[in-house]
């Protein structure tokens, strides 16, 4: 597939609208505002249900920024425990981020206070995710659903090794 070529204003307005959300999901957007006493910001960032399908236009209207106009699909969340003994080491790493790239969705793994790209490797091994760690699985697009159903999947039967719970 070619890859479209991305202003760069177009590619700074879309990270910014992504962390914001990234950080509106965990709830540290409002803690963030609140520190730095921007607190009509923050009370108008609480007052948007994150399950709202307008909460992004929501959000980027408080900061006065013009949201993207491309549907971005549904998101799609679930959390997990990792089941395997020996935790999310370069194999089980490799085998979640290839799984993850077989869907169009954007992919994040949440753990540990650390969030990263689920079809990165290095992502996943940086996490520290070893037995019994909870991790939240968010998935964005079409195929969103399919995504974290599979992906949770995967962890639920301990990767397909022999020692899990």
Known sequence: MAQKNIATEELRRRFIIDCAMKYFRSGELVAWLSARN?????????????????????????????????????????????TNLTGLHALTATKFAQKAATFQSKVQINANGKSGDAKSVLNLMSMGIIYGTELKIVAEGED??????????????????????
Not at 146 to 160: Q, R, T
């Open 38 to 82: 921007y607190d009509d910001a923050a009370t108008l960032i609480r007052s948007i249900d994150a399950n709202d399908p307008e909460a992004e236009s929501k959000v980027c209207a408080v900061f006065g920024v013009e949201r993207d106009k491309t549907p971005r699909g549904a998101i799609v969340e679930a959390t997990a425990t990792i």
């Open 144 to 165: 969103a659903e399919h995504a974290v159903k599979e992906l949770k999947a995967l962890i639920d039967a301990g990767f397909g090794e022999e020692y899990y719970d």
